[in-house]
């Protein structure tokens, strides 16, 4: 696939199409979708945008490459006087009262945002049911769960109803999705672009990334995004990656991926053979390829959830109804506390704040807490010593392919077991994309710290590879 933005640049700037007939045919496609991808519509807003870059280009001015460009946004970002929902009855009635830095950016681009998409509540979840906008539907077969959390957008991107989407990405929510509907799907590494304006549910894992149908799409909004923000601490500076810098991956001379998430008994029989399959096409290049040992799925999984529990317990426990959300009165102060949140958090997003409550508490927190903290540093510690010794890792993303509608709702431990092969690199804050390839949810890629280039670049080598 091409780079939608290139090619709907160049239409516009030659005047084969108008962005206001451009941003209309696309409202039009999401306002009609049966994915259940919105949870509200921003026509208003995007129309007016589009002509003004109509007004530009008929005057003759220049206009940059993101300039009319439509996009989504997952509901978890804050967009100045849209609804923020988290696709949760507490903020469903809930307005942005500024925007998100990354968003910002690709304001200021000229980029035109069309939607605010349907994602799991506050990000709790790998299927996009957990959401009072009803389930999305995967774009391949609607009969399938969409991924999540941010499977409104990925399905968006693979149906073309946006040009590229906006997620948000803790444990594996922008990788899955992508990989689970056929389209690109970028987590940076953690501190690359701002988490100010996106809803907080495990703060030391959020990451913000694009979802597209090219790379070079992922590339060209991922540079935007990118950059340190006074307003999130945690971020740091970065190079923008050129077009030139990713098109030779002369310098990947080693790839390594994890024998025990193939060699596992929980994994789809079709996914391992597909992902050997991969594998040998990548050493007839001429590539060394190391087998690594890694953390057990369980393991993994475990360490992911305690934290993200315990992180969300406490980052959620602003949402009381008192400054923010639908306010439920009871008896007393207390009380409406207590009913405000029991009626308007999903029964997943309950789950995970008793969780997180239970692992923080006192007494639980050396054994349970800390614990979890421990494995963080050893899998951090796991991965720098594997950056010795090979350039990038590859994995599949997913041990199984996409359930049926419903399933995942009835066993949530085989939900959370779904992001095996995810949330090690967000514990370890690494670059990770997701490629349609390889096997059918896609494949990862991984690099070190800071190597997002390196990543892009052998997704550009995968394209000719395999
Ligand atoms: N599925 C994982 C979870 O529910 C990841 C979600 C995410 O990345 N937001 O925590």
Redesign the pocket.
Known sequence: MKSQIHKIHQQLVNKKITCTALVQERLDLLKLNTHNTVNSILDEIALKLATKVDAKIKNGEEIGLLEGIPFGIKDVFMLQGTYATASSDLLKNYKSPYTATAIQKLLDAGAIPLVKENC?SF????SSENTIFGAVKNAIDPTLVAG??SGGSAVNVAKDFTVFSIG??????IRQPAGYNNVFGFKPTYGRISRFGLMA?ASSTDCVGPIARSIEDIRIVLNVMSGKDSKDQTTNQSKSISQESIVNADDIKTVGYFKNFIENDAIDSEIKTAFLTSIAKIKAQGIQVKELDFFESETLVSAYYTL?MAETASNLSRLDGTNYGHRIEGANLKESYSITRSENFSEETKRRIVGGNQVLSQGFSDEIYLKGLNLRDQIAENFEKDFKEVDVILSPVTPNKPPKIGESLKDPLSMYLS?AFTVGFSLGQLPTITVPQGTATGLQITAAKNKDKLVLKFANFLKDTI
């Open positions: 799991d990000g709790h979840g790998s999540g959390s948000g990405d803790t444990g594996g929510s549910y993200a992001d």
